[in-house]
T-cell receptor, first 112, second 112 residues
Framework: AQSVTQLGSHVSVSEGALVLLRCNYS??????LFWYVQYPNQGLQLLLK??????LVKGINGFEAEFKKSETSFHLTKPSAHMSDAAEYFC??????????FGKGTRLHILP | NAGVTQTPKFRVLKTGQSMTLLCAQD?????MYWYRQDPGMGLRLIHY???????AKGEVPDGYNVSRLKKQNFLLGLESAAPSQTSVYFC???????????FGAGSRLTVL
């Protein structure tokens, strides 16, 4: 089954700076890719999903992700970080056997 | 709509005891999943179900059993709890493998 790797368990950015969270998937093109966010003491909620309709996917709260087949990547970005973006972010892949597998997560810290 | 409801929210067990976590969804979803979340490990898939009466193993199935006797319910059982099963457990559901997971609020289990 496909898996995902998230580079960096913790990322710190200054408020107003670019946010870049990295996610790489296994070598073959996965059917579906997702980014989820988890705020403290809450469950996960969807930020965005890729389903091959477009390589640049826009999500909620100003986040977007670009699917790059040549790099087997699906990195998450936001042009300007806000304090409310502090959370843990998970990349996930949907497999053809219906397993949905998550990465280990990246905790985003926003510096004032 | 309640969405996905997990019970109990908290539980403390002694090693060797058994217990069942209940997940109930009111969205008529076919697919249901159980994950465990541990620090630095992300969410790991325990078992999942693609329909009433079906179950399948995920990434870390050992020590757990599941049942999906009714479409709306997905039960996760621990027959003989071990300290290594101390974790936060999340249930999620979706109407297909391509779609967005709706998560419950989580169940925090401590095994002493």
């Amino acid at each position: 089954a496909q898996s995902v790797t998230q580079l960096g368990s913790h990322v710190s950015v200054s408020e107003g700076a670019l946010v870049l969270l990295r996610c790489n998937y296994s070598s073959s093109v996965p059917p579906y890719l997702f980014w989820y966010v988890q705020y403290p003491n809450q469950g996960l909620q969807l930020l965005l999903k890729y389903t091959s309709a477009a390589t640049l996917v826009k999500g909620i709260n100003g986040f977007e992700a670009e699917f790059k087949k040549s790099e087997t990547s699906f990195h998450l970005t936001k042009p300007s970080a806000h304090m409310s973006d502090a959370a843990e972010y998970f990349c996930a892949v949907g497999n053809r056997d219906d397993k949905i597998i998550f990465g280990k997560g990246t905790r985003l810290h926003i510096l004032p | 709509n309640a969405g996905v409801t997990q019970t109990p929210k908290f539980r403390v067990l002694k090693t060797g005891q058994s217990m069942t976590l209940l997940c109930a969804q009111d969205m008529n979803h076919e697919y249901m999943y159980w994950y465990r979340q541990d620090p630095g490990m992300g969410l790991r898939l325990i078992h999942y179900s693609v329909g009433e009466g079906t179950t399948a193993k995920g990434e870390v199935p050992d020590g757990y059993n599941v049942s999906r006797l009714k479409k709306q319910n997905f039960l996760l059982g621990l027959e003989s709890a071990a300290p290594s099963q101390t974790s936060v457990y999340f249930c999620a559901s979706t109407d297909s493998g391509a779609n967005v997971l709706t998560f419950g609020a989580g169940s925090r289990l401590t095994v002493l």
